[in-house]
């Protein structure tokens, strides 16, 4: 009967489908995750500000109070969010700062994911992450973050082996699961579903440019007391509101988003394709590139891990390189595995989880 419904329809009800075991098994989690996050993030808020009144000059009852030498001459403390990679973050001095992170590859060298997997783990640090898609629907992002749950906590116990699902069998193979395999999917929903309430999706098809994406920060604000840490995939889809295009529109963007960072003292992550030798305004700019396929390869079993239908944990060799950083030109480089099945960066051999 299916055949009969229209494709948006049919996802739509994939995407139900998908949900209703996260919603069995997490929504408690979630709730009190989310109640807990906003209670920090409001503490936190007034915490920020009683600071900002004791080290400033107030004028109380007409006399004017200085405050001390040793808080007049103090460094502010900056905020640093780890993106969840250890040698990224070193090399990025910390992790990311308030400020604009450019992620640059050619087309087809998992920038979404990797985009994807740095909000997932803002998301288990408690920090509150949006992510404004352009590509993609919520419910394949969904899928995307659920297969590496699955894949992470089948590498925990050898019991699991095998067990794993990419986000196809996710989408398309769940009500076809043993019980066995459902049982394992709930312990992995449970994990994802500890921190997705800390994870805003926003699908931003059509016109979505900076006064959208500016309402959206502010509604986000206004709700949950903070702003979020924005992760904009990709920043090419975005419009530019004077009708600028190519180089022009990206430069554009990327002077406003920078400004929208600062203002908000968040880091804003933009996924642009292609980038090549243009220098965008940005506070850092990583590179990620195919270095080689590790062995084994997509199609290959591992003993004691591979499956029937021959899906592997076979890696590729991923270069994240750090072109330039706040204090400039930089070229670390950081190396990691990527299971393509599984949409998850790591930074070694499955045997070696």
Known sequence: MIRDIEAKQAKELVLDDLKMPIQEVGAFEKQADAKEHEDKSRLQLKKERKLQRALAKEDIGGALIETPLE????????????????????????????????????????????????????????????????????????????????????????????????????????????????????????????????????????????????????????????????????????????????????????IELSQMAKDNKIPIIAVISGLGDDVLRCDALVRIRILEEALPRWGEALPGRGEANGKGLGSRLMEIEVVRKRSGIDGSRVILHFYQDYNCFGVREPEMV
């Not at 604000?221 to 702003?227: I, M, R, V, W």
């Open 71 to 254: 808080a007049q001459t103090a460094l502010p403390v900056e905020r640093v969010w780890p993106t969840g990679f250890k040698e990224l973050d070193s090399a990025l001095g910390g992790g990311l700062r308030e400020g604009l992170f450019i992620i640059d590859a050619v087309p087809s060298q998992a920038k979404t994911a990797f985009a994807l997997q740095i909000a997932d783990n803002l998301a288990k640090q408690g920090r509150s992450a949006a992510y404004f898609s352009l590509e993609n629907y919520e419910y394949e992002l969904n899928a995307k973050s659920l297969s590496r749950a699955t894949f992470m906590l089948s590498l925990k116990d050898s019991e699991d082996a095998g067990l794993a699902k990419t986000a196809e069998e996710l989408l398309n193979g769940y009500g076809l699961f043993e019980e066995k395999e459902t049982e394992f999917y709930h312990r992995a929903a449970r994990d994802y579903a500890s921190y997705a309430g800390h994870l805003y999706i926003y699908e931003c098809h059509g016109d979505f440019g900076i006064p959208q994406l500016k309402s959206a920060m502010k509604e986000h604000s206004l709700e949950h007391g903070a702003a979020p840490a924005a992760i904009i995939d990709n920043l090419q889809g975005m419009v530019s509101p004077s009708g600028e295009a190519g180089r022009e529109k990206n430069e554009k963007l990327a």
